[in-house]
């Protein structure tokens, strides 16, 4: 499995920004997705997941009403809706694909339950 993260750039706080991940290989349907991020000088940080059914998702307190995820398996693709973005949204946005076997109804929220990482796409708000 591998995936690119794409549509990062500068916007103002306030704005909307949607993020893309194109995740190639053929069991993308069966796998969870997430999204971490990376601010500068600090440790990356979950942001949002789904499950490999996309019944589940999972959001960290600090985008919850403001960001959505949501994937397309037809077109192997993964989206991170981000509304009303904020100056502390500032980083480097990574989306990540679990590879190993476990409940494709969970929508897992740590890094180390990921085995693929893509390139990140980065992310500045503006104030």
């Known amino acids: 499995v591998q995936q690119q993260a794409s549509g990062g750039g500068l916007v103002q706080a306030g704005d909307s920004l949607r993020l893309s991940c194109a995740v190639s290989?053929?069991?993308?349907?069966?796998?969870?997705i997430g999204w971490f991020r990376q601010a500068p000088g600090k440790e990356r940080e979950f942001v949002t997941s789904?499950?490999?059914?996309?019944?589940?998702?999972n959001y960290a307190d600090s985008v919850k009403g403001r960001f959505t995820i949501s994937r397309s398996s037809a077109k192997r693709m993964l989206y991170l809706q981000m509304n009303n973005v904020k100056p502390d949204d500032t980083a480097v946005y990574y989306c990540a694909a679990r590879g190993r076997s476990g409940s494709v109804h969970t929508a897992w929220t740590r890094d180390i339950d990921y085995d693929f990482w893509g390139q990140g796409t980065l992310v500045t708000v503006s104030s």
């Open positions: 789904i499950s490999a059914r996309g019944d589940f998702t």
């Open positions: 290989g053929s069991t993308f349907p069966s796998v969870a």
